[in-house]
């Protein structure tokens, strides 16, 4: 099977060029001008955009947290990825409490395998540092699972201590794999959190006013020290607040290997659209939504490489059935967003449109830094023998976001109504379309395991 | 009874002059030029300066640690302290674990009363912070015991968690106390130790390396942000890193209440002094010594006020018989070094004498500050109405620091054959003569404990 | 003469104490409690404070500026500060562009001896640097005009450029003398400002606009810098900008002696003061006033000691009659705002009452930092020995500051109507009672010129 | 005439592929993998890598420059410049003193036009702010020549006053030309040369020392606080010092446009190479060569991007017959170093090999960046319609830099006897080889002036 896209620009995240691209089998075979070859298939991406499928580090589908599961499944989660641009995703398997890394990987496994719509990888949470872990992580990196998250955040539940956190991240510096950081003092907002509620708040509004942003500012530094004496480079997942950008900034201009994701939430939304009574819900997720300046300093941090990934932390629960909860308590309020349909729409429109960056960049922040970061060198990337994960995207076309337009599995949307420039036309994975003209193409278990090299390169 | 001192220059912390002092009863009566008055006894301070006795707000007399106790009495301690001219030392009582901040105060009241040879105030040690300890601290600062330390370091034994602190915190905020704390990530450390001792590195020496500057760097930014959330000053004691110097610094040039002590042993020693085998016990502390090029860094800090107090940390163990205990595991090593005696010379001779600062500043660092910042209003300034602490000081006087000549019950100094510039002629504890002559004229008892007023305009 | 001032509270930088004081001839003779002396006057200070006389180290009595003179003369001007609690000026003598130092400073003495009515000092401010004039600095040192001022701004006028400054610089460094720095890049707001001009923007609110804090921000690193290379203390005059004072706080967290002071306009006064047409003209000082955010960060820099004192580049225009002749183009406006009558109160209300300093502070920030830093040991202090400049202060006292009841030789008020706590009662300038019950007791000639010694301890 | 690269591994700055490459006439046809196409030319490249032709956007091929001239022609320094992997330079055409941009343009054509053997373009050096001269800048942008370079060194030369190089920033804002600054603070210096060479310090060791990195941090800082007032982007050329590092850092940490070059003579060389006598003058340049311990935090600041371009600043002269007119005073040594022949090389080695990035990041900082920073789109990539400047990349071979082997027209290297890993097997320019097996293939002239865009996306 052979695809031409024709006539496109090619949009990677060191250059663009208007070029012919020749899909053969699963991967691009051959880039040129006006090509004139044989093909099973020709598209015509005149005045549209070619760029690699985008990649999304960090999803939580079917995600069990307190007493519920994330709603989308490997199966919706992926489809709607894929209808927006996205054609890999890296998920977090959970060790059980108390049980091995391998069972919560096999448990994820057998979540994803048969159901993918798309490729996915795994990260590992861990929720239990102990010698055996430790042991097991050296096996997980030789197999494909080179990543391990932590949380200073939720005692109790996913919490570590610091000794803990210190010593995955030992074990990380000698055997490659990247340690990745909740960083929130939790066991401070849980002192405010508690100290909220006793007195009568609980609205959802008080979930964003117990988690100062001071707080998640101290656990980035704290987890980059320990990094740094661990000798291991760290990676900030859902960094929303300028005291943690402040830090991961200071750590690299002393040449540490800092990184850090933010997500769209926290440059779309803030504080303000959790006050309206029980509707705040919606937009419940840790850290949560800041107050509005912090927003203007996160894009800062993207366009200068203080923040080298955009992903979503895609964790969809439902308002009514689920997020309802937490009701009385916005402690019980199931933690995330829905987000993995939308990401490359809202960076294009926020960041190329606005003009804060260049097409390329934004390419690199959805895409080439993911992959570079995560180990994944067939992807990110528009060129011969790499995968063909292939977006035609049109930058000018104009569409509304909506829970009734949406599909991710999920009654509501955080960007209900705002009009976005830019979406995907015809998207491949690994060579098949898997959507064009808004209709689904691509099939359920078609997605692989990928099977992720070493983070190389973590200066 | 009334003493007249003429002819000294009296260096306070804002002013130098030529005066005589009147000292009537207990306190200073009258000041002015060239006094021709009766009194019952006078001092000819003729070449000399007179200083307000100094106060060591950190000591350790008879504390117990790992197995035994701190080897200086209050009786012994304060008089050592005296012949340096220290007339007010703070030391800390320890609440038992489990047990309750009044048990642990009555215990430390019982070993000073009727022992000390110069005033004594308590800060609280609180080692296990629940609902009942936190009322208790309300009444501990309205009776004079106005500040309380916690510790990030020592697990199972002095260790609070991040909770836990920010709750004292809190509460020092509403009551009027002062947090103080002891900033190291001890659960990261000891894993670095026990890995250490694993690696056979037993020695005195891999105290100092196994205790990274970079985590008391961390912990001191942790401390400083859990106060800024809780809206509270903070005390960082016995710093000694650069890098927590830093944070100290940042949070200061935001605005931010942070204070903080450095010790001579941070600014006169070494990593390098703990080299030589097991007489490297002599210098097992923690925070540990650094390497040689912190101490500019801290001198540093004292000029510009980003360190606000110079104190001992004096916790004297014998080199034979205590501090051997842990000649096959550093870790049992106790940790603490003597010094109550040495402050003051040590401080005029690597500050004043060395053009570093001038005398007035070394006033304050060692008295005007610390009564200050520690609610002792009648303490730390010759002035008309103060205590009559007063040491005749001979700025020219050139001794050297030896075990066999100091007045610490301990059997080794970390000094030893220092030569110093600068000595206390005369020492007056609320006016009567307490050193002269290097004879004691003093008496046991004779201190009274200081019922502390809460700090004041900690900005 | 002797003067017993009886059952006041002595405020002074480092202590607050209840005493009796007696002034005997100019100086203070003896301090104690409950003084039962023969003198020749007794003053009541009951519930007052006793501070020591304020100092104000930058004023301009007389200055020729722009075709006129700034209005108060040495007699008014100096009658005025007294009023307001000042009883010592530094005064600036400028040196006639190609003429000598000497020229300058006899032309500065012949205004002021014989007129002033409290002491009084000079700064040199050297308008041209040549070798003879270099050389004529080290003469001024030995004679007590230890203290030269350059400029950045005022290109064609005052402007020396950074070889010049740079040279003035590295001979202070030899002779002891401190450079104190106008520092706004005055070459690229020229332009700009010539740019408004040209675009009709002729009002004074331009003159704000058109001299952006970041060029004040720049020229205070540059000199900075500039003095870190010559060896040489630096001290940054009438400090505006947010941006200049993280440059100092910047050079002080490293370690370089640099000093800054700001003045009341930039605390209590901002741009949105020079909005109002015309009337902005009251307001035209450089560098001007700010946004008014900055404010808060100055605020913080007093508290912090990042900024050493506050003065107030008192240099007034009639708006009458001098402020209009730059009706039709902001350049024209005299530079400068009158204030040596109001900075001792404004301080007291703005710092004090409003909790963010101690008494202490505010008479370190007003009196004791300016008497250290410029050389005058005799000043800034109440103790045995000083002179006897003493100020007995009502910190309860509420007046309205206003053109209509102020001393100073001008014709309107920055702080026309602003209520402030806080006014001398009664002022002594050595020994002398100058003012009692709002009455001026002084006498024109009584102020004496302060030959000044070089600045000690200046890290 | 197709030429087809087989067998290369393709390295762009964000992507690695294994990848034939056909070349049809001067621009790349076609990427793909194991082509099989009829080519006049075939060339095997296994085991080497393919990399776009290097840039070196800093050269002064036949400088006048104190009485004499850089060595180099147009065609002999492009020629070594082929030899080294470099098929662009972007030299710098000079106005003359008084004269237009446009003669200084039209003079610099000349010696390029029909001399060149690689593709060129120019930046205006301006030598003189006047009106007519900002007018004349809108015109050579659209022509081309998009960048402009000023001075703060060199006084009476070069130099421009900070209100020149404000305005003209203020022009390149509007015109969307770049701002190029020498940042220096040379008043400064030259005082501190003159008292030196005063001093009878004439060695050329002086030169280094007497223009402290201190100065230049601070000339750093300046230029882009100007160009922040003027709403412009500004590019450090030449970067050598720790303090313009950390100024650089500083600006782009608060998102401002800010961007820097650093030479191989600052990576690889040190002050102490200058000690030698009469030696050091090989080593003249300006900025001067550092202390070496300032060398670790330029590559720190490649890695991290602060930094996003080496070049060369290229200016031979000869050691006999030039550098020597400065035998008796350093500062008539002519200023400039031979290397555009060897900055590929020594990146590589010191970079790549070193481990201190990537080969990706490598390709960035000597091609990718240049091009996108100075409006080359065609430039600093391999992909599909790009000019076909190519490097067959040889990264095992092992080779010693000399004079005796090097083709710079200059004798002596600075780098004589230095073994590097890594050199150019096959250059290709614009689709003809130009270098081959070390021999020359190319033809004078045959490079061509290059109209480059305006800057783009300089975030």
């Known amino acids: 099977m052979r695809t031409l896209i024709k006539n496109g620009t090619v949009i990677n995240a060191d250059a663009t060029s208007r070029a012919d691209v020749l899909v053969d089998g699963e991967q691009i075979a051959l880039i040129g001008q006006e090509l004139d070859l044989g093909a099973d ?11 690699p499928g985008a990649i999304d580090v960090h999803t939580h589908m079917e995600l069990p947290f307190g007493g519920t ?17 996205t054609t890999t995703i890296i998920d977090f398997a959970v060790q059980p409490r108390g049980g091995s890394l391998r069972e919560g990987l096999e448990a994820w496994h057998r979540k994803a395998d048969g159901n993918a719509c798309v490729d996915y990888g795994f ?26 998250k ?17 010593r995955a991240m030992q074990r990380s510096a000698r055997n490659g794999g990247l340690i990745m950081m909740h960083a929130e003092n939790g066991l401070a907002i849980d002192v405010v959190a508690g100290q909220e509620v006793a007195a009568g708040h609980t609205d959802p509004y008080y979930h964003g006013t117990s988690r100062s942003p001071v707080l998640e500012g101290e656990a980035t530094n704290r987890v980059i020290r320990l990094a740094e004496v661990a000798g291991a480079p760290v990676y900030i997942v859902h960094l929303s607040a300028r005291q943690a950008l402040d830090e991961v900034r200071r750590a690299r201009d002393a040449g540490l290997p800092a990184f850090a994701e933010t997500c769209p939430q926290y440059l779309f939304l803030s504080l303000e659209d959790m006050g309206n009574g029980f509707e705040g819900a919606k937009f419940v997720c840790s850290p949560p939504l800041r107050p509005a300046d912090h927003a203007e300093e996160l894009w800062k941090g993207l366009v200068r490489d203080d923040l080298q990934v955009v992903s979503t932390d895609h964790c969809p629960f439902d308002f009514h059935g689920q997020k309802d909860l937490g009701r009385d308590d916005f402690r019980k309020v199931p933690n995330g967003l829905p987000g993995v349909e939308n990401r490359v729409d ?8 606005r003009g804060r960056f260049s097409p390329n960049r ?16 067939r992807k990110g990337v528009i060129g011969v023998g790499a995968d063909a994960d292939i977006v035609v995207y049109d930058p000018a076309r104009r569409h509304t976001i909506s829970a009734s337009t949406h599909h991710m599995d999920v009654d509501y949307s955080c960007y209900e109504g705002r009009e976005v420039t830019g979406g995907a036309d015809v998207v491949l994975s690994r060579g098949t379309v898997v959507v064009e003209g808004g209709e689904w193409r691509g099939s ?3 997605g692989r395991f990928l099977r992720r090299e070493r983070s190389a390169n973590l200066h």
């Open 123 to 148: 990260h590992m949470i861990i929720s239990d540092v102990r010698d055996d872990v430790l042991d097991e992580m050296d096996g997980l990196v030789d197999e494909g699972v080179t990543s391990f």
């Open 362 to 377: 934004w390419v690199e922040l959805i895409s080439s830094a993911p992959a570079r970061l995560f180990g994944l060198p």
């Open 150 to 166: 932590l949380f200073t955040a939720y005692p109790g539940v996913f919490f570590s201590d610091d000794g803990a956190i210190f």
């Open 444 to 446: 359920k278990g078609a």
């Open 69 to 85: 599961f994330a709603k989308d499944t490997f199966e919706s989660g992926t489809r709607a990825a894929a209808f927006g641009g």
């Open 346 to 353: 809202l960076l294009h429109d926020g960041g190329v449109v």
């Open 41 to 51: 298939r020709t598209i015509d991406a005149s005045g549209k955009w070619l760029i």
